[in-house]
């Protein structure tokens, strides 16, 4: 089957930096999606990578390493407009998004 | 403004009923797509068009159905055999023939089945 892994929730320090990682099992691979998702509302795009390496983007970056089934994105200088979901997700073989649960990052002044 | 458009925002419907969620987009792309948003589950996909007159069930299709007349439209229908229909319903749309598949998300719609 198919599977993607991230942690349920994660709490960091407004101003420091945090790391959510994904791990995924899929059929096929064309890429790797990363989206921000405020409660109740809808996702929004916010990095894809298909080539091995950090795409880095403002405060946000994301890596992937292909061989290890395994994508970060790293957010620096966080800020509490950041608290919200953070979605990974999969392109597979017959270019189907293949979602993760989310991870719910809580930030603290 | 460009955009995908999603109505009602929040919807209530009795056991046993039928009910239609609208979803709108003027970006010109020609797939679309309906997810299911479940707490602590990841999206999980209902059914998805990608051109006008044809669309292919998801993962979850039963008790679901769904139209593609025009481009810009893809109403779901949540019928009552759809046995825990209570969740965030999220219509999407993305360009094809693009490098890759980003797809853009409607404001969703939260149906609860009272």
């Known amino acids: 089957g198919q599977n993607i892994d991230q942690p349920t929730e994660m709490t960091a320090t407004e101003g420091a930096i945090v790391q959510i990682n994904c791990t995924y099992q899929?059929?096929?691979?064309?890429?790797l999606f990363w989206y921000q998702q405020h409660a109740g509302e809808a996702p929004t795009f916010l990095s894809y990578?298909?080539l091995d390496g950090l795409e880095e983007k403002g405060r946000f970056s994301s890596f992937l390493s292909r061989s290890k089934g395994y994508s970060y994105l790293l957010l620096k200088e966080l800020q509490m407009k950041d608290s919200a979901s953070y979605l990974c997700?999969?392109?597979?073989?017959?270019?189907?998004?293949?979602w993760g649960a989310g991870t719910k990052l809580i930030i603290k002044p | 403004d460009g955009g995908i458009t999603q109505s009602p925002k929040y919807l209530f419907r009795k056991e046993g009923q039928n009910v239609t969620l609208s979803c709108e987009q003027n970006?010109?792309?020609?797939?679309m797509y309906w997810y299911r948003q479940d707490p602590g589950q990841g999206l999980r996909l209902i059914y998805y068009?990608?051109?006008?007159?044809?669309?292919q069930k998801g993962d979850i299709a039963e008790g679901y159905s769904v139209s593609r007349e025009k481009k810009e439209s893809f109403p779901l229908t949540v019928t009552s055999a759809q046995k825990n229909p209570t969740a965030f319903y999220l219509c999407a749309s993305s360009p094809q023939g693009a490098d890759y598949n980003e797809q853009f998300f409607g404001p969703g719609t939260r149906l609860t089945v009272l």
């Open positions: 990578n298909v």
């Open positions: 970006l010109n792309h020609d797939a």
């Open positions: 997700a999969v392109l597979d073989s017959n270019y189907q998004l293949i």
């Open positions: 899929t059929s096929g691979f064309n890429g």
């Open positions: 068009s990608q051109i006008v007159n044809d669309f």
